[in-house]
């Protein structure tokens, strides 16, 4: 279990020599469900040592740093500040977006992620899709607008449902699927007009509806060469059937079974090997995860979106089948190197579930008491994300999604049994969960 030592910045905690015998420190930038599955796999390596969040949380094993994964000037200094930290993972959007790994660069520090230059193939999807039309990477027909006039004559122009997105980053919510030329209009003015997202909206990507299934497809890319990791399925909707609002995400599993290998093969020639190389003919090589959002219908590939990193919670599921060392890739992505590598993954089906506080992802409760958790059985792990110490010493719930159970077996009905089995042990106020995450596998 981690400390309890919550706002304390990381210099407090190093001691020199401690470290150097027990290995690397490694600070993890983000507070998720799924920097906790980064944590556990890099607790993994023997070259590890002390790990630090920014912020992390209380459940997620590492000594909680106080320090915003946003702040990013504050990380730097205490990247500088402390030596045996040789590698800073930034996992979350944001930070990237911010530039967080130029900054550790420049100062000579190892960091884990793209730069903002190749971050931008998700933080604006205008850039994207531009770069998809010119390296002939196959996605939906498009137009990109900052003149709201124009992007409605765009749009009374074509068929219906149309799908509006904001360009920026937006909590995965500037996406409005319009079903008529009426919400479309809407969608326009909330994004352009009324600044629903802020700047995010100063632009809009008006695209084709897809039909199809998607898959996550993540990938080590160090610049030039890329490794595969299983390909994955998330599921954005709140509620069991799909329905519901639109969340950060609700379960995953991994591998993805209606995605073939002949399937996997064209993608990788039509988009993942087209897209790295485009990256370094824009002078912005891309070193990190990238994340192929895809749509898939017959042998149809197309990208719907470009993440600049893992999935959450798509990694919840696909992390632990890794069977080579996190530490190792990620030194060797930093380093160019990935092609030196044989990186292993368990012949493994895994899924995860995640439990949410009720309402999510709109208003909901903080501070309910966690119970159960002690009862999770040895073959299930716990994820944490939006939860904190109690005054009692328990965890107690802090945030919309509050923790993932995932578990892993040689079969998808095994793995899934063994997740639902151990979800109803834990309880908390207002819970609630998807029933029907791996049901049709
Ligand atoms: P994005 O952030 O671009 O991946 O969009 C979020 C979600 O909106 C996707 O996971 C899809 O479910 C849906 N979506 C986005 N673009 C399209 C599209 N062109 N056609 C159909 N659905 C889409
Ligand atoms: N699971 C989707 C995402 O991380 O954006």
Partial sequence: MSENNNVKTVARYVNLREVSESGDDVLVVGGGGREHAIVAKLRQSKRVGRIFGAPGNAGMDVTETGIGATDIDRIVENVAENPNIRLTVVAPDDPLSMGLVDKLTARGFRAFGPTKAAAKLEWSKSYAKDVMRRYGIPTAAYGAFTDIDDARAFVSGGKFPVVVKADGLALGKGVIIAQTKAEAFNALEEIMLDKKFGAAGNEVVVEEFLTGYEVSLLTFVDGKHFSLMPTSCDHKRALDGDKGLNTGGMGAYSPCPLFTKDLLDKTVKTIVEPTVNAMIKEGAPFKGVLYFGLMVSGDDIKVLEYNARFGDPETQSVLPLLDSDLYEIMNA?????????????????????????????????????????????????????????????????????????????????????????????????????????????
């Fill in 333 to 441: 992505v930093i380093d160019g190197k990935l092609d030196a590598l044989d990186i292993k993954w368990k012949n493994k089906k895994s899924i995860n579930v995640v439990l949410a506080s009720g309402g999510y992802p709109l208003g909901y409760k903080k501070g309910c008491e966690i119970s159960g958790l002690n009862d999770v059985s040895d073959d299930a792990k716990v994820y944490f994300a939006g939860v904190k110490r109690g005054d009692n010493g328990g965890f107690v719930t802090n945030g919309g999604r509050v923790l993932c159970v995932q578990a892993m077996a040689d079969d998808f009905a095994s793995a899934r049994k063994t997740v639902y089995d151990n979800i109803v042990k834990i309880k908390f106020d207002d819970c609630f969960y998807r029933k029907d995450i791996g049901s049709k596998l």
